[in-house]
């Protein structure tokens, strides 16, 4: 990304523009004898929020405690991680959102505290605080569940199989979203007989395949075949949501394995069949 000039003499990571005319500045420290200079273009750009991205101390300790050296009252600040991991997700949405705009409700109350009404607003918000805390304490958190259809649901249940491999669940949000769209397929294949299966590495190259095409892929054409880290059969996944919405659990009736029997039988059958012929035909 390239970078933008808000201070004169130099240029800043990132900048956010608000149509107000607000803007928040960012900037990304990740190198010690950077640090300075990243510095003084956060305290000299002209912004309503200044927010620093520090690289995480298991890379490199030296750069944050140059930074919270050189400046003790330092700015606000994330850590790379947490802009990376999908877990930090709702924290760092609720972090920027009360650092960058000026409405958020933690900056609202900010502002009437620090006003010259101050001491009264305060014991008008403990009061409220007070009840909204009991009243959060004391319900009971009977949350209904989020309806979700077939599809979602045989999605979940092959990402609870993997789970269960020992796979990091941050690893497999894009599988389930890919999984959500396109496991209908899976549902066809079962419909029509035949075996389906899920192979995946993980890193974003996936299949459903039937058991001919895995076959086909692993022993007929090992040069061009999906590389996987994870096999999943999904015959039991999705005859189990079958029963579930009130289908018939559909049962295997076409296979790799048939069509292999009935190519060896009739292959066996070609070659009698030319065998008999010769024996038949006229002597010359």
Known sequence: MA??????????????????????????????SQVSEDLRLLEQCQADARIAILIDNEIDPRVSTEFFRKR??????????????????????VLLRELADENSSIQRIRRLLSSTKGSSVDGVLTTILDRLEGHLLNKRHDVSERRLNGYQCA???????????GVPVDKLRALYLWLSD??????????????????????GQHAIWSVGDLADSVLMAPAQRV??????????????????CGLKSKEVTWSFFH????????????????REDRGNAPSV
């Open 182 to 203: 396109s496991i209908e397929y899976a549902f066809e294949i079962v419909a029509c007989g035949l075996h389906p299966f899920l192979i995946t590495d993980l890193k």
């Open 227 to 244: 590389s996987a880290d994870i096999l999943v059969d999904l015959h039991p996944i999705i005859n189990r949501v079958r029963v579930a």
């Open 72 to 93: 003790p009252d330092h700015f606000p600040f994330l850590w790379l991680r947490q802009l990376l991991q999908p877990q930090w997700e709702d924290y760092v949405v």
């Open 3 to 32: 970078e933008v000039g808000a201070t004169l003499g130099g240029r800043n990571d990132l900048i956010q523009f608000f149509h107000d005319g607000r803007r928040t500045v960012f900037e990304f420290f990740a190198t010690r």
């Open 259 to 274: 069509a292999y029997a009935e190519t060896m039988e009739k292959t066996a059958s070609g070659v009698q069949s030319r």
């Open 155 to 165: 999605a979940l249940l092959v990402i609870r199989e993997i789970r269960e491999l």
